[in-house]
C-alpha cells in the first residue's frame, strides 16, 4: 500500500532507513548524509530522493525546508540514526558511561531539526543503551513539553522480519495522536529462508556475492574447514588446531563459528564478512558470508546495489551500520496508520 504521507531521513546511511520506509508506502523527498561512499550507494538505489550531503551541523533547517518544499508541521514523518558510537555496549564503559566520542552530540542535531520542522511524527532508532544517558532523556522532555505524545521500547529485530539477533531502541513521537510502534512479527526468517537459495558464491554474476575473499594461510583455512557444519565453533576443534590468540582468552566464543540454517544469524556488523569478527562463516561451506548474504541478512532486497569498487571494509562497514529495512517498515506501517486517522 502506498500512502500520500512524506518522509525525510537524516544520518540515511546507504539508505536502509529510507528502503524500510518506502516498503511501508512513504514518500521519501530527502535525505541528510556526509560519508560520500555511503551517499553513493543510497543514489545507486534512491536516485530519486534529493541527498543532502552537508555535515549535519552545517544543515539550516529553514533551507532544508525551502528545498523539499514544506513548510513548519506539514512534514508527516522525520526519522533517524544519529550516530552515537560512544554508546554502544562494545565502546561504553562497564556498559553505564559513555566513552568521549563527538559523534555523541549528533542527538541533539536531530533534536534541532526536529523542533525546527514541527513534524507531525518522529521515529529515532539507535542503540538501547542510549535510553539510559542525559541527552536522550532530555530529548524526550522536551518532545513531551513541545505537546508530543512518546513512546519508546527496546525490541530484537529478529520479531518483526528479520533474520538475525539484533536488539535496537526505537522512539516514536506524535502531535497528531498517539505514538504508534508495531506488533511483535509472528514468525521467524531463518538463515536459510534468506541466503539458501543464493547461486554458487564467485560465479553468480552478482559483484556483492561474487568478491573473493582475502587471502589466509593454510593453517586458518584448515581451521574452517574443520569446523562443524550448520552451527559449528572453535570450542570442537582439537586444541593443536586452535589458534594462540583464542587459547589466551575466554571470551568471544562465536570467533570462527558457523551460522546455523534453521535459526536466525547473530548480530550483523561491520565485521560480518570476517570469520575472525564473529560468528559469521557460512553454515555448510568453508568461507565466511559474502557482502550480498550480509545484506540479505540485516534485510536489503537482492536486488539492493552496492559500488564494488569502494571495497569490502567500506561495504561492510554500510552494511553493518544499517537500519534493517523489514525493521523499520513495520513500525513505518503502525505510525502510517496513526497519520491516516
Request: with cysteine; proline share 6%.
Amino acid at each position: 500500500m502506498t500512502y500520500d504521507l512524506t518522509a525525510l531521513d537524516l544520518f540515511s546511511g546507504c539508505g536502509g532507513l529510507t528502503q524500510g520506509l518506502k516498503n511501508a508506502g512513504y514518500k521519501v523527498i530527502g535525505a541528510v548524509e556526509i560519508n560520500e561512499k555511503a551517499r553513493h550507494t543510497y543514489s545507486l538505489n534512491h536516485g530519486d530522493v534529493p541527498l543532502v550531503g552537508t555535515d549535519i551541523k552545517g544543515v539550516n533547517a529553514d533551507d532544508l525546508m525551502s528545498l523539499l518544499g514544506i513548510n513548519v508541521g506539514e512534514l508527516d514523518l522525520l526519522a533517524g540514526c544519529p550516530p552515537c558510537q560512544g554508546f554502544s555496549t562494545m565502546r561504553s564503559r562497564n556498559g553505564r558511561e559513555p566513552v568521549a566520542d563527538d559523534r555523541n552530540f549528533l542527538i541533539d542535531e536531530f533534536a534541532r531539526i526536529a523542533f525546527a520542522t514541527m513534524p507531525k511524527m518522529i521515529m529515532m532508532e539507535n542503540v538501547p543503551s542510549l535510553a539510559k544517558f542525559e541527552r536522550f532523556t532530555d530529548f524526550v522532555e522536551r518532545l513531551t513539553k513541545a505537546g508530543y505524545t512518546v513512546i519508546h521500547k527496546v525490541l530484537d529485530v529478529s520479531k518483526f522480519g528479520v533474520p538475525q539477533r539484533r536488539k535496537r531502541l526505537i522512539l516514536s513521537a506524535s502531535r497528531v495522536g498517539a505514538a504508534a510502534l508495531a506488533e511483535d512479527f509472528s514468525g521467524k526468517v531463518t538463515v536459510r529462508d534468506t541466503i539458501e537459495q543464493l547461486p554458487q558464491a564467485g560465479t553468480s554474476g552478482d559483484s556483492a556475492h561474487d568478491y573473493s575473499s582475502p587471502r589466509r594461510s593454510e593453517k586458518v583455512k584448515a581451521l574452517i574447514a574443520a569446523i562443524p557444519k550448520d552451527g559449528g565453533s572453535r570450542d570442537s576443534l582439537p586444541m593443536e588446531m586452535r589458534l594462540k590468540c583464542h587459547l589466551r582468552t575466554n571470551g568471544f566464543n562465536d570467533v570462527y563459528g558457523r551460522m546455523r540454517w534453521d535459526e536466525i544469524s547473530p548480530t550483523i556488523t561491520s565485521g560480518c564478512i570476517n570469520p575472525s569478527k564473529g560468528r559469521f562463516l557460512h553454515p555448510e561451506e568453508d568461507r565466511p558470508i559474502t557482502l550480498r548474504e550480509a545484506a540479505l541478512l540485516q534485510g536489503f532486497p537482492v536486488t539492493y546495489k552496492f559500488d564494488i569498487s569502494h571495497g569490502k571494509e567500506a561495504i561492510s562497514l554500510m552494511i553493518g551500520n544499517a537500519l534493517p529495512p523489514p525493521f523499520i517498515a513495520a513500525h513505518g506501517r503502525a505510525m502510517a496508520k496513526m497519520l491516516m486517522r
